[in-house]
């Protein structure tokens, strides 16, 4: 059982950066491949970024690819999202996630453990 917890979120103008945090319990966390997803009111659950479990790979959706960063640390059982130059339609409730195993996931159906959601929001 791995359980998640995000924090970071909160309102930012249009050009703006916020770093999110996901701490994760258990003592097996490098064995998780780590996602973040977003959901905006009315729309569904989308994958934005992902780092293989000893960081060695990360992924982006093409929305976020050059202004988003996503870390771990192992030694804290934690994953960033660091995301710069934030724009309105990046406004959503941001969700970590975690899969176990050694391959990439963009299906939210894919990921075994969520995170409850931190609020992000961006003013133009």
């Known amino acids: 059982q791995v359980q998640l917890v995000e924090s970071g979120g909160g309102l930012v103008q249009a050009g703006g950066s916020l770093r999110l945090s996901c701490a994760a319990s258990?003592?097996?966390?490098?064995?998780?491949?780590m996602g973040w997803f977003r959901q905006a009111p009315g729309k569904e659950r989308e994958w934005v970024a992902a780092?293989?479990?000893?960081?060695?790979?990360?992924y982006y959706a093409d929305s976020v690819k050059g202004r988003f960063t996503i870390s771990r640390d192992n030694a804290k059982n934690t994953v960033y999202l660091q995301m710069n130059s934030l724009k309105p339609e990046d406004t959503a409730v941001y969700y970590c996630?975690?899969?176990?195993?050694?391959?990439?996931?963009?299906?939210?159906?894919?990921?075994?453990?969520w995170g409850q959601g931190t609020q992000v929001t961006v003013s133009a």
């Open positions: 996630a975690a899969r176990k195993g050694n391959t990439l996931a963009t299906v939210p159906g894919r990921y075994d453990y």
């Open positions: 258990g003592r097996t966390f490098s064995s998780y491949y």
């Open positions: 780092v293989s479990g000893l960081a060695v790979s990360t």
